[in-house]
């Protein structure tokens, strides 16, 4: 069995608890060995991080709001240091989750917690559980967009083709990368569900030092598209609009080229953007 290192830092000591509880729960629900790790401030996980004989953790539940330094200035040293995988947020000031948003972030979770962490814990475990498919092409970020998608489209019996191969680390803006590639996929999985298709594909690739980019989902319905937007109120409109103006924007500032496009009854969106 895999063990996981995994660690709580909540100064609140109810919700600390309680955090902790249902990691051993997760625990015990997916058999999957962990050591839980408990910080009761950001000054203990500094302390953890830089010494050099304690162990590697995969992802680490963080409140944001804390005496003393707060997990959002908290990840600051942890984007500079390898010890701490991955980071869930847990926070109930929503207005705040863009600032937390770096490439260790795995999600946020909102208080109160109650049933909200199980279900979180749940989807982690498709990346993290051995029995659950993980998508390795080549990108972290990447890598798990493409894995939380294949699991939610397999649940609705659909197919997702992905093809292509790219360097781990792109010259791209992490979180404009996400942005980008969260909406597309998104957009795909969510029209292939409303429309009752059992398929769509996503390719990577690069090519003349740039980062191509391209999902296709089948679509019944006309669309219209005007300066890369959709245009129609029909269907389409809501099964692929959404998102795509910050993907347009978050393009934009990467100084990349986005297009949209029908052809044989394909919703095609290509992405291209600069590696150098």
Known sequence: MRKMNVAVCDDNMAIHEQLHNQLSEFS????????IIDFMNAQEVLDYINDEKTASIYFLLLDIEMDGLDGIALNQYLLKNKKISWIVYVSNFV???SEAFS???????????DQAVMNYLDEIAHLFHFDKQYFYIGNQIIDILLTNLTEKARENNITVNIEGIIPKDLNVDSVDLTIICYNLLQNAL????LEKNDFFSVSCSIKNQQFIFVVKNKVSNEISIENGLI??????EKNHGLGLKNVRDAIERSKGIFDINVKNQQFIARVVLPLD
């Open 103 to 113: 490439e260790k972030t795995l999600g946020f979770i909102s208080k109160p917690i």
């Open 95 to 97: 207005e705040r989750m």
């Open 28 to 35: 015990h629900q997916y058999g999957q060995e962990i050591i």
């Open 231 to 236: 245009q129609s109120q029909k269907a389409d």
């Open 190 to 193: 969510e029209a292939t569900i």
